[in-house]
């Protein structure tokens, strides 16, 4: 058995970034552990300590960021005055400034994947629930059409999603502009509500895109 790696100098938050960078860069199969290695400053046997694979980077990586997203949206939710505000800052965190290249990566490889599968469907699972639950808020109130919160927020999810992807890819006819007034667009008509545009206090650098954090 190898010795186990001097890594006291380096944080695990530190190569997750770095890996995050890389694959964002060079896509999955082309990253290599020794790049991932040499952008975080330590060794190949440090980062595989940590992850056992190229995909456990790119899961984690995801996680964390998920994590990092929805601790700011929880704070800046709970200061909001309705639902409409919510579902708005949703939307706009999503389609702010942001890279969506490390979610385009797992969706690729949970077509064949039983991990990347299992992790996709969990993170996803998280975003629809989220959007729901600020549906389930509004509708409470008599904001929202009275139709099923779930089915609402994966129409909601798709089409963001659907955007990000065209986006990501440089489509010249989606900007990110657009593809937050078609999803604020799809929003208001399936829930009969108007969505209006957000102040600048409620939209803050953090709250920018859902993989924005871990691209250093």
Not at 39 to 52: E, I, K, N, Q
Not at 203 to 212: K, Y
């Given at each position: 058995?190898?010795?186990?790696?001097?890594?006291?100098?380096?944080?695990?938050?530190?190569?997750?970034?770095?890996?995050?960078?890389?694959?964002?860069?060079?896509?999955?199969?082309?990253?290599?552990?020794?790049?991932?290695?040499?952008?975080?400053?330590?060794?190949?046997?440090?980062?595989?300590?940590?992850?056992?694979?190229?995909?456990?980077?790119?899961?984690?990586?995801?996680?964390?960021?998920?994590?990092?997203?929805?601790?700011?949206?929880?704070?800046?939710?709970?200061?909001?005055?309705?639902?409409?505000?919510?579902?708005?800052?949703?939307?706009?965190?999503?389609?702010?400034?942001?890279?969506?290249?490390?979610?385009?990566?797992?969706?690729?490889?949970?077509?064949?994947?039983?991990?990347?599968?299992?992790?996709?469907?969990?993170?996803?699972?998280?975003?629809?629930?989220?959007?729901?639950?600020?549906?389930?808020?509004?509708?409470?109130?008599?904001?929202?059409?009275?139709?099923?919160?779930?089915?609402?927020?994966?129409?909601?999810?798709?089409?963001?999603?659907?955007?990000?992807?065209?986006?990501?890819?440089?489509?010249?006819?989606?900007?990110?502009q657009r593809m937050r007034d078609l999803a604020v667009n799809t929003a208001e008509l399936l829930l009969q509500c108007e969505l209006l545009p957000l102040?600048?206090?409620?939209?803050?650098?953090?709250?920018?895109?859902?993989?924005?954090?871990?691209?250093?």
């Open positions: 058995m190898s010795p186990r790696p001097q890594i006291d100098h380096i944080r695990k938050p530190q190569i997750l970034a770095a890996a995050a960078q890389v694959i964002a860069e060079r896509g999955l199969a082309s990253t290599r552990i020794v790049d991932v290695a040499e952008r975080a400053g330590t060794s190949p046997p440090a980062v595989l300590y940590w992850f056992g694979s190229k995909d456990d980077l790119l899961t984690e990586a995801l996680i964390v960021d998920e994590d990092r997203f929805y601790g700011a949206m929880t704070e800046r939710l709970a200061a909001l005055d309705n639902p409409c505000e919510g579902l708005r800052l949703l939307i706009e965190a999503c389609a702010a400034d942001y890279d969506w290249t490390l979610w385009m990566e797992l969706w690729s490889r949970a077509v064949r994947d039983r991990g990347a599968a299992a992790a996709r469907r969990r993170l996803d699972d998280r975003w629809h629930g989220q959007i729901a639950e600020d549906i389930r808020g509004g509708q409470r109130v008599g904001a929202f059409e009275e139709l099923d919160p779930d089915d609402a927020a994966a129409i909601i999810a798709s089409v963001l999603d659907g955007l990000a992807v065209q986006v990501t890819l440089g489509d010249p006819g989606v900007s990110a102040d600048g206090a409620a939209l803050t650098a953090d709250s920018a895109g859902r993989t924005e954090g871990v691209q250093g």
